[in-house]
């Protein structure tokens, strides 16, 4: 089993920026392997923002390319997303994901609000 608990959401202003984290726990934390970030707004479907694939280019939305940025702790098992010139559009519920090597597992984190507002 592994557990996902995001923090970091809160309200920011238009333009401000956010850095949001992922802790993994649980006895197979060391067997994830992609780990991402969703998110989901009022309304609409959960998207993709940003998915690390190990070994491999960490991929974005074209919505958050270039203001946002994903990266990953392993020794710490967290994952973490920069978010910087945030805009109104960004506000939603952002949720980690992540995916065990052995049995492709997924498991979501509870997710934590993002609101920018002025």
């Known amino acids: 089993q592994v557990q996902l608990v995001e923090s970091g959401g809160g309200l920011v202003q238009p333009g401000g920026s956010l850095r949001l984290s992922c802790a993994a726990s649980?006895?197979?934390?060391?067997?994830?392997?992609?780990m991402a970030w969703y998110r989901q707004a009022p309304g609409k479907d959960r998207e993709l923002v940003a998915r690390?694939?190990?070994?491999?280019?960490?991929m974005y939305a074209d919505s958050v390319k270039g203001r946002f940025t994903a990266s990953r702790d392993i020794a710490k098992g967290t994952a973490y997303l920069q978010m910087n010139s945030l805009k109104p559009e960004d506000t939603a519920v952002y949720y980690c994901?992540?995916?065990?090597?052995?049995?492709?597992?997924?498991?979501w984190g509870q997710g934590t609000h993002v609101t920018v507002s002025s």
């Open positions: 690390i694939v190990p070994r491999a280019t960490t």
């Open positions: 994901y992540g995916q065990t090597v052995i049995g492709t597992v997924a498991y």
């Open positions: 649980g006895r197979e934390r060391f067997n994830i392997g992609i």
